[in-house]
């Protein structure tokens, strides 16, 4: 069904057209708030608050605007704030936590392969999160969410020049960071 | 090709993002160079390593919680606006009959002063009448004629 159609039926008070609403995007919020480098636990419920604060706000929707720009956009401010507001220190120790249960276990290939692909997530994570926060949006956007310069201008509201840079800029410094970690 | 021109690269190159040139000069200097070729496995691993974020979906039972979280979102918003409702006529009214109990102490304690004023004059009045009955009722002239009188005898 035509999101406008389930927006409007939603503001009707019809509850089975915001789940339609909800079902349709919700894998594609989850995912955004988890290219920020966010659990999955967290991750679901972040998702969920997004689509509550859709839910409350969802009369202020303008039709004009595309539905799948504004739920980025709510996304996103949700995944920054929640990636500001947890203490650095904290979130650190949370994925050193994670390391270690991994070191107590007896490897076999699986589970050395996923020991290797948490290292890996925590190093890109760790370096995204070193990034100036439009460039991370950007490139998060670009690299992982795959979105086009086109749809990345009009989340963050500039202009697609002005993501060519970000994504540059990005580039080279998550290369320079990359290139100190492992030589 | 040098290594630092590959490494200045080597984003570009795994995103596929080099002009076909560069890109054939970049294979050619990773065919033939063994430590360019250990660390772009690694940076290709951290950055490939989001690659299964692309097909994550939530866990099941997601929209029952989401359910269960706007019926408390509902619950919660009824209970403010109910709130709201009832708790600004009530904090008005409260405010009132502080002012009314306020009102009734201070006119209370007045009276009281009031109170102790005319017990003061009632006391005056019984003294002077005491003094009265006590003393003669003349006036000053009476009392020096007297007094000089009685001097003179």
């Known amino acids: 069904m035509d999101d406008l159609v389930l927006i409007n039926d939603s503001i009707a008070g019809d509850e089975k057209a915001f789940r339609a609403f909800a079902e349709k995007y919700a894998g594609l919020i989850f995912r955004v708030i988890r290219s ?148 | 090709m040098d290594c630092v021109r590959f490494k200045n690269s080597i984003l570009n190159y795994y995103y596929g993002e080099c002009d076909p040139v ?35 979906e939530p866990e099941p039972f997601y929209y029952t919680r989401l359910q269960a979280k706007i019926g408390d979102y509902k619950t919660g918003h009824i209970r403010s606006h109910l709130f709201a409702r009832l708790a600004q006529p009530l904090a008005a009214a409260c405010l009132a009959a502080l002012g009314v109990f306020i009102g009734i102490r201070i006119s209370g304690n007045l009276a009281d002063q009031t109170l102790v004023g005319n017990d003061i004059n009632q006391t005056e009045v019984a003294e002077v009448q005491l003094a009265n009955e006590y003393f003669p009722k003349a006036d000053k002239d009476d009392i020096i004629e007297t007094y000089y009188l009685n001097i003179n005898e």
Request: glycine share 2%; with cysteine; hydrophobic share 35%.
């Open chain 1, 36 to 183: 920020f480098g966010i659990s999955r636990e967290d991750a679901e419920d972040l998702s969920q608050d997004v689509f509550i604060d859709i839910y409350k706000n969802i009369r202020k929707f303008r039709k004009e605007a595309e539905v799948s720009t504004w739920l980025y956009r709510i996304a996103i401010n949700r995944s920054i704030n929640y990636v500001n507001k947890s203490k650095r220190s904290k979130w650190m120790k949370r994925n050193q936590g994670d390391l270690k249960d991994y070191d107590n276990r007896v490897f076999d290939e699986s589970s050395e392969m996923k020991f290797m692909d948490n290292e890996q997530k925590r190093i890109l994570y760790y370096t995204i999160d070193k990034l100036p926060e439009n460039q991370k949006i950007a490139f998060t956007l670009n690299k992982i969410d795959e979105l086009s310069y086109k749809e990345i201008a009009d989340i963050m509201n500039i202009s697609v020049s002005s993501v060519e840079s970000l994504i540059h800029r990005a580039k080279q410094n998550l290369q320079k960071r990359l290139l100190n970690f492992f030589e």
């Open chain 2, 22 to 56: 560069l890109t054939k000069e970049l294979q050619d200097h990773l065919t033939g160079c063994e430590k360019c070729s250990i660390i772009f496995a690694q940076i290709s691993g951290v950055l490939s390593s989001a690659e299964t974020i692309k097909s994550e």
